[in-house]
C-alpha cells in the first residue's frame, strides 16, 4: 500500500491510498506510451510490457488485506511495511512473471534484487545495509534466491537462438533501467499529494542502449507536468490512478479490512504530460 502526503491535515485524518496493483496499472500508462523519435521502445515488447504491468504482483494479498501500521492506524505505507511480510511479496511478484514467459520473471526479478541493492548501482538507497539483524537472514535468502532465478532464467534465455539476444547485457540492463524510470515516475505521483509535486530528475532513462539521458519533470499547475526531454509517443499524454480516502482507526479497532477496500469508494488523480 502506498499512503499520499497530504497539503493539510483533514478533520478525519483521512488519507489517499494507493494499491500496489494500481500503482502497476499507472506504470502500466507509461510503458505502453513509451517511445519516439528519440526514444526506443524496448523489446521483446510484448514480454516487457507484460513485465511493468505486473511486477508487484506480490502485493495483491496485502492490497486485498492490508495490515494496519500502529503507529498510524492506517496501512503500512511501502517503505514501512515489515521484513518478514516484504520479503513474501518479493518472490511471490517474480514467480508469477515466469510462469508467463522466462524474460518476464528475468526482468520482474532483477527489479526485486535491484530494490535491495542500490538498483544495481543507480541509487545511493540501499535497502538491504538497513534491513534490521533479526530480519536479515530472511532477506539474503530472499535475495539469494532471486540471484539464481536470473542465472537459471538467462541460461534459458541464452540456449533459445530466438531468445538469446534479449538477454545480452546492454540490451537487458538497458530495458531494466526503462522499468526503473516508469516505476520512480509512478512513486513522483502516488507518493506525493497533487500540490506539493515539485522539480524531479529521473537519472538513467534509456534513449536506446548504452544511450542514457537525465529527464528533467516539473509541474506546471493545473495537472499538467512538462519532461525535458519527451520519451513519450504523443505529446500531452494523459494518465490517472485511483485510491481511496481512508481514516485512521485507534489502537483498540480491530476492522475488517478486506471490507474496508472493497467497500470504500474509488477516487481518481489525474496528469497531463507535456514536452518542456
Known amino acids: 500500500m502506498i499512503i499520499q502526503t497530504q497539503a493539510e491535515e483533514r478533520p478525519d485524518g483521512a488519507r489517499f491510498a494507493i494499491t500496489l496493483d494500481e500503482h502497476l496499472q499507472l506504470v502500466s500508462q507509461f510503458a505502453e506510451n513509451y517511445g519516439n523519435d528519440d526514444f526506443a521502445q524496448p523489446e521483446p515488447r510484448d514480454y516487457f510490457l507484460y513485465a511493468c504491468r505486473w511486477h508487484d504482483k506480490g502485493w495483491k494479498d496485502l492490497d486485498d488485506n492490508p495490515p494496519l501500521d500502529p503507529e498510524t492506524g492506517l496501512p503500512y505505507n511501502l517503505v514501512e511495511t515489515p521484513i518478514p511480510i516484504i520479503t513474501l511479496t518479493g518472490c511471490r511478484s517474480p514467480e508469477?512473471?515466469?510462469?508467463?514467459?522466462?524474460?518476464?520473471?528475468?526482468?520482474?526479478?532483477?527489479?526485486?534484487?535491484?530494490?535491495?541493492?542500490?538498483?544495481?548501482?543507480?541509487?545511493?538507497?540501499?535497502?538491504?545495509?538497513?534491513?534490521?539483524?533479526?530480519?536479515r537472514l530472511a532477506a539474503d535468502t530472499m535475495l539469494n534466491t532471486e540471484r539464481q532465478r536470473q542465472e537459471r532464467l538467462t541460461a534459458v534465455l541464452q540456449d533459445d537462438p530466438?531468445?538469446?539476444?534479449?538477454?545480452?547485457?546492454?540490451?537487458?540492463?538497458?530495458?531494466?533501467?526503462?522499468?526503473?524510470?516508469?516505476?520512480?515516475?509512478?512513486?513522483?505521483?502516488?507518493?506525493?499529494?497533487?500540490?506539493?509535486?515539485?522539480?524531479?530528475?529521473?537519472?538513467?532513462?534509456?534513449?536506446?542502449?548504452?544511450?542514457?539521458?537525465?529527464?528533467?519533470?516539473?509541474?506546471?499547475?493545473?495537472g499538467v507536468y512538462s519532461l525535458d526531454p519527451y520519451p513519450f509517443r504523443d505529446?500531452?499524454?494523459?494518465?490517472?490512478?485511483?485510491?481511496?480516502?481512508?481514516?485512521p482507526f485507534g489502537a483498540d479497532d480491530k476492522p475488517d479490512m478486506a471490507a474496508l477496500m472493497r467497500e470504500t469508494p474509488r477516487e481518481r488523480q489525474s496528469a497531463r504530460l507535456v514536452a518542456a
Open 162 to 222: 530466438e531468445t538469446a539476444p534479449w538477454v545480452e547485457h546492454e540490451r537487458l540492463f538497458a530495458n531494466y533501467k526503462v522499468l526503473q524510470f516508469f516505476d520512480t515516475f509512478a512513486l513522483y505521483f502516488n507518493c506525493v499529494h497533487p500540490e506539493g509535486r515539485g522539480e524531479s530528475t529521473f537519472a538513467n532513462v534509456p534513449r536506446g542502449v548504452d544511450d542514457d539521458v537525465e529527464i528533467e519533470v516539473r509541474s506546471l499547475g493545473d
Open 96 to 135: 508469477y512473471n515466469e510462469a508467463h514467459h522466462a524474460y518476464c520473471g528475468l526482468l520482474d526479478s532483477m527489479h526485486i534484487w535491484g530494490l535491495y541493492n542500490g538498483r544495481y548501482g543507480m541509487s545511493d538507497k540501499v535497502l538491504i545495509d538497513i534491513v534490521p539483524e533479526q530480519h
Open 235 to 247: 505529446d500531452g499524454l494523459e494518465v490517472s490512478f485511483t485510491g481511496r480516502h481512508l481514516t
